[in-house]
């Protein structure tokens, strides 16, 4: 039958951990951060194996770290249950920890006595010892999630529990504290009036039970507050009626980033106003700005994420690079804003700036805003800058990976960046560092792919800085442009022809620069030519 599920308040309580194993010093970690007192009783052995002496310099660790953490060296007494526990409680322990062996007979005489003495206890691997179980947890912030499977299966209970976590709404727990912050706000401004409320007014007008997180929610939960209540100055408990039912309505029907991100003054200031609720939980708080930045993939509309075609079919305003291919930008709704960026040699910095503004000032309108970017927005680009910048004014973006064509490219061109006894190991490199300066140049190493991003406008500069750089000009090497794209190119050749067989074909950026000698374990260039040209992609 499933149990009580409670959360306790372990601070300054004692807590008793009997055993020399690792689940003993799970249970002290534990044990310790709840806030409990921790009494470690466990032998120390004078001539401890491997395992038993990293286990005793984990143990002393934690006395170093935690003065409210103590080691009995010896073995269990009947008398440590009912001796070392607090003055005020007749120095009985208060819970109780078996963390050893199943086959100890230990467990069943400690968990006899403690039952006899009504201490909580835990024995490890033994449901029917125990008169509580360990739930698999997680914790953020206050938030605390717990899942048991009553004992049919721990693993089971740890997969449940991730799951669940996995799909809880982003800034949950900076929610949480939101909304704490708030409801003492509004205790701390009631206080006097709640000092003067007679206790019949005080019951009719708060929900028993409101401080547990298992409430019930009362059947007047969504009256409508009237505008005349909130001004009947002479009423102290309807203004106090009104300040408990706003706020919870404002934990019902906030959406989590609104509880997370709007000020604490901010929502003081809305129930002071007893502005923005109805009796159908409709809301009237100026919508927050939401943005992403969201990878568009190399180049074809199939390969963009299924979250990232959500995204950008619905924003209000599209922010993208002009290297974000059409096929793409096809796929953004007549209605929405697109703005591309105006980046030319000379001018990145300045319209990068623009770009950024325009964002700022559609999100302080409550516009949903998309930073649409080739590729994966933390793969050269600059995803992390601009995610800081929103950060630093407010908004936290969301991140939507996209596939990059640093990994996508050579797929598509026949080059796979690792195979068996040629490559073990890829490095993905810019040709272009800020500001247009020469990055520093990598070693050659005769087993890595390497790939080089932005590298393609000054191909000749690179070639130069990878021969002076000691590398091998006879390596073989590749040049893919648009890649995924129905006019996609390959150049075959090896680094000593490359940049001249780029010049006699000409750019057709976007591309990149793949060297190694994976380049040619699929396709290789015929003999007697320097250079080979592959048109065209029939994924799209």
């Not at 002290?28 to 002496?53: H, M, R, W, Y």
Request: with cysteine; proline share 5%.
């Amino acid at each position: 039958m499933p149990g009580l599920l409670i959360s306790q308040n372990c601070i300054s309580q004692v807590h008793l951990v009997i055993g020399t194993t690792a689940l003993s010093l799970t249970r002290v970690a534990k044990s310790l951060e709840c806030g409990a007192d921790v009494i470690l009783i466990a032998p120390s052995f004078p001539e401890p194996t491997q395992t038993l002496a990293v286990w005793e310099t984990e143990v002393r660790a934690k006395q170093t770290q935690h003065s409210n953490f103590r080691w009995i060296q010896r073995e269990f007494q009947e008398d440590d249950l009912i001796s070392l526990g607090r003055d005020e409680v007749d120095n009985i322990v208060d819970t109780v920890f078996v963390a050893l062996h199943s086959t100890s007979p230990l467990g069943p005489q400690i968990s006899a006595l403690c039952k006899r003495l009504r201490i909580p206890v835990n024995v490890a691997d033994s449901p029917g010892l125990s008169t509580f179980t360990l739930l698999s947890t997680h914790t953020d912030g206050p938030l605390q999630i717990g899942v048991t499977t009553s004992g049919q299966g721990c693993r089971l209970a740890s997969r449940i529990r991730r799951e669940i976590v996995s799909s809880l709404p982003r800034d949950v727990a900076r929610a949480c504290n939101k909304v704490g912050e708030l409801k003492r706000k509004i205790e701390e401004d009631d206080a006097k009036d709640l000092e003067r409320s007679s206790s019949a007014l005080d019951s009719q007008y708060h929900d028993v039970g409101q401080n547990d997180d298992d409430a019930v929610q009362s059947h007047k939960f969504n009256e409508l507050v009237l505008e005349e209540e909130r001004d009947l100055e002479k009423s102290r408990d309807l203004k106090k009626k009104q300040r408990i039912r706003w706020l919870s309505q404002v934990v019902e029907y906030y959406p989590f980033f609104q509880l997370a991100t709007l000020s604490i003054e901010d929502l003081s200031s809305q129930y002071r106003q007893g502005s923005g609720f109805s009796t159908n939980g409709s809301q009237s708080f100026n919508k927050k700005g939401s943005v992403a930045l969201v990878g568009s993939g190399p180049g074809a509309p199939g390969l963009l994420t299924t979250s990232a075609l959500a995204a950008i079919t619905t924003a209000d305003l599209v922010l993208a690079d002009k290297l974000v291919p059409a096929g793409v930008l096809d796929l953004i709704p007549r209605h929405v804003e697109i703005f591309i960026a105006k980046k030319f040699p000379g001018n990145a910095e300045a319209a990068q700036e623009e770009l950024l503004n325009m964002g700022i000032s559609a999100l302080k309108e409550g516009k949903s805003v998309v930073r649409l970017k080739q590729g994966d927005p933390y793969i050269f680009g600059r995803g992390a800058e601009e995610y800081i910048f929103f950060s630093k004014h407010g908004y936290r973006p969301t991140v939507i990976p996209g596939i990059t064509s640093a990994l996508s490219g050579p797929l598509l061109a026949a080059i796979s960046p690792t195979h068996r006894e040629i490559a073990d190991q890829v490095l993905i490199c810019t040709g272009t560092g800020r500001r247009g300066a020469m990055p520093a140049v990598p070693e050659f190493v005769e087993s890595r792919t390497t790939i080089f991003l932005m590298a393609l406008h000054r191909l000749g500069d690179v070639t130069v800085w990878l021969r002076d750089g000691g590398w091998r000009m006879d390596v073989p090497c590749a040049i893919i442009e648009r890649a995924s794209c129905p006019d996609q190119r390959v150049i075959r050749t090896t680094l000593a022809h490359v940049a001249e067989a780029f010049e006699a074909a000409g750019s057709r950026p976007p591309g990149i620069l793949v060297v190694g000698r994976s380049c040619a374990v699929i396709e290789q260039i015929p003999d007697g030519q320097t250079w080979v040209i592959d048109e065209g992609c029939t994924l799209h």
